[in-house]
């Protein structure tokens, strides 16, 4: 149940009550596709660094270890010790990007496994099972991702499909979450917003999907080549669409600057990888922008990487420790910087929780979009 407490303009402050515990909104997920945060980073140390959701992947935990292996050891929350809320996005954008043989038909997809070649076939209904023995909180819908650039028609036709697809996914999940042995019978579903940069498919899908009644709803396919004007062009257009009183969610965005806009336009969830992809290597979020320690001038830096930043990292290392230990291919190294990237987001999404409730989003989203471009 998602409760509205305070907007600002279009943005919304919320709390999401889940069966895991209440997610405080605006809200950045943590992405551990095969259930761990790439880097070395622990389920502990995402407690340590304000993390309150965690999201995994679908299809690569269906790939390995195998869901029903996940489901044998109590589900993910139990697997990977982790006792606040799970996402898992559907396997919907991987299939498409990953599989470079695929044959898209009206049940699913066939399509061949990235680890070792077998063949794979998933549909709404796969992705729904797969979802339920992961147990997750949320589960997504499975979807189709087109081409962010793809030409009209072909960009209809798989907005049409999405949905019905959407109305499969429901049916089969309410059917799981009655059986007997399914470990989370509380498992919500969001449904995706699809239709490239077309405010007119957008529009009319999110009434349409508005109309399903889910738990929440996401904007999917940005984020995949269309440039930043476009993107949010889109989600200004298509966020007054979905349900206020629910939670929206902007899927696999993006940069600081890219989650201060989009929050300013009504979305509250989102999720990406660059925090810790950048992070491994050696880029580094900070108040004035980016950082890259790999290069000489951080050599003797006795700085920590932000000062007053309150994450392990920043707590107890110099800039030039870090450096030496990236330099050297130590895994410590990349570890310190994934954490110090992940509390760096989460710390924002706080400071943007704060500022929504005291009415002045504007003005700080103004401000930080000034620091990050101070340094460059």
């Known amino acids: 149940m998602y409760k509205l407490i305070k907007k600002d303009g279009a943005a919304k402050r919320g709390e999401f009550h889940t069966v895991h515990g209440v997610i405080q909104t605006p809200v950045f997920m943590n992405v551990g596709t095969a259930a761990a945060i790439k880097g070395a980073v622990s389920t502990e140390d995402l407690q340590q660094i304000k993390t309150q959701v965690e999201l995994s992947n679908t299809y690569h935990l269906h790939v390995r270890p195998g869901d029903k292996i996940v489901k044998q050891m109590g ?21 498409f990007s990953l599989a470079g043989l ?29 979802q339920s023995n992961l147990a997750s909180t949320i589960a997504m819908a499975f979807d189709e991702c087109p081409p962010a650039l793809a030409d009209r028609k072909y960009i209809i036709n798989s907005v049409e499909r999405t949905t019905r697809w959407l109305e499969r996914c429901k049916k089969e999940m309410s059917r799981l979450n009655s059986l007997e042995d399914t470990i989370n019978k509380k498992q919500m579903l969001f449904g995706i917003n699809q239709g490239g940069i077309n405010e ?28 930043h004007e476009d993107m949010y062009r889109i989600i200004e257009a298509t966020v007054p669409y979905l349900p206020v009183d629910k939670p929206t969610y902007l899927m696999g965005v993006g940069t600081p600057a890219n989650i201060l806009e989009a929050v300013d336009r009504g979305v509250d969830f989102f999720d990406c990888v660059y925090p810790s992809r950048n992070g491994r290597h050696g880029h580094v979020y900070t108040n004035k922008g ?46 310190l910087c994934v954490l110090h990237n992940l509390y760096f987001y989460n710390t924002m999404m706080e400071e943007i929780r704060e500022a929504i409730e005291q009415g002045r989003y504007k003005e700080y989203k103004n401000a930080k979009l000034e620091g990050f471009n101070s340094e460059k």
Request: hydrophobic residues 35%; glycine residues 10%; neutral net charge.
């Open 75 to 95: 589900g993910l929350h139990k697997f990977m010790v982790w006792d606040k809320p799970i996402l898992t996005d559907s396997g919907g954008f991987q299939v």
């Open 290 to 335: 980016k950082i890259n320690l790999f290069n000489a001038k951080y050599e003797t830096d006795s700085e920590p990487i932000e000062a007053g930043c309150g994450c392990p990292a920043c707590k107890h290392y110099s800039r030039a420790y870090i450096r030496h230990l990236l330099k050297a291919k130590e895994m410590l190294g990349m570890r």
């Open 102 to 130: 695929r044959k898209i038909k009206e049940e699913g997809v066939y399509f061949n496994s990235h680890v070792d070649g077998r063949k794979i076939f998933m549909g709404p209904e796969e992705s729904m099972q797969i």
């Open 200 to 227: 007119d498919i957008r529009i009319e899908h999110a009434k349409r999907i508005t109309d399903m009644d889910l738990d929440g709803y996401a904007i999917g396919g940005l984020a995949v080549g269309e440039s």
